[in-house]
């Protein structure tokens, strides 16, 4: 299984960025594709997940109703959309593959490389 995260960047508070996950090396309808972050100095935390064969979304309270997560199965990808972004959300993005929608980082078998989001104030 590979996974490859894009879309990261640099934005001011209040904007938004897209950040998208393309997923290859398995048929994925069983699984639960989740996106973590991680700021400096602090741990890996759940941001949202979704079932591919439902489309069943989990949210971190967090960045409820501020992030979107979607998939397009034809294209074997998944979506971040991000609003309202604050200075908070800086981190580094990743996009992983599991079986069930946890919160839990260790419960996911796949990562993809991280993509970077900063928000400035």
């Known amino acids: 299984v590979q996974l490859q995260a894009s879309g990261g960047g640099l934005v001011q508070a209040g904007g938004s960025l897209r950040l998208s996950c393309a997923a290859s090396?398995?048929?994925?309808?069983?699984?639960?594709m989740g996106w973590f972050r991680q700021a400096p100095g602090k741990e890996r935390e759940f941001v949202a997940a979704i079932r591919w064969g439902s489309g069943s979304t989990y949210y971190a309270d967090s960045v409820k109703g501020r992030f979107t997560i979607s998939r397009d199965s034809a294209k074997n990808e998944v979506y971040l959309q991000m609003n309202s972004l604050k200075p908070e959300d800086t981190a580094v993005y990743y996009c992983?593959?599991?079986?069930?929608?946890?919160?839990?980082?260790?419960?996911?078998?796949?990562w993809g490389q991280g993509t970077l989001v900063t928000v400035s104030s």
């Open positions: 090396g398995r048929t994925f309808s069983r699984y639960v």
């Open positions: 992983a593959v599991g079986r069930d929608p946890t919160v839990v980082a260790v419960a996911y078998d796949y």
